[in-house]
């Protein structure tokens, strides 16, 4: 079971993605606004956020954007929402740091197909590894203890 987060402005999407993922058996809440979606975050880490790509206020490419620049939410795994059926928007979430999308009006099973592949990609991932840390083991600047005789003192 996940935690997933829906940010949609349109209720009527969010609530009924929302029982979906339900039904698949998870635990889900949504909110209407991408500021809402942010201020949430502050209080739980969810395993995945669905996110709408065009709300009024915040959009979900600007909160999406906002999310990989800091150093708490960088590796949240986002889904994005697209009512939109261009390429070039789906090129816009996959490049604003999106790890898929699914278009609306969606598809119960392609939605949970979808969310069950980006959280599957993420099962032997620690949920949250800080940024210091991640940056450190990508660079090889960690380096692991060598093997050895231990001394107790």
């Not at 980006?118 to 099962?123: A, C, E, I, P, Q």
Request: proline content about 7%.
């Amino acid at each position: 079971m996940a935690y997933i987060l829906i940010a949609d402005d349109d209720e009527l999407i969010a609530e009924l993605a929302s029982q979906v993922l339900i039904d698949a058996g998870h635990a889900c809440g949504w909110v209407t606004s991408g500021e809402e979606a942010l201020s949430l975050l502050k209080h739980r880490r969810p395993d995945v956020m669905l996110l709408d790509q065009n709300m009024p206020g915040m959009t979900g490419v600007t909160l999406l954007r906002k999310l990989r620049q800091s150093p708490q939410y960088y590796d949240l795994p986002v889904v994005m929402f697209t009512a939109m059926a261009g390429a070039e928007d789906e090129a816009q979430a996959i490049y604003a740091g999106a790890q898929d999308f699914v278009r609306k009006p969606f598809d119960p099973r392609g939605l949970t197909s979808r969310v069950h592949r980006v959280l599957s990609k993420r099962k032997d991932a620690p949920r949250h590894t800080d940024l210091e840390t991640y940056l450190a083991n990508s660079s090889g600047m960690v380096r692991e203890p060598e093997p050895g005789p231990r001394r107790f003192i």
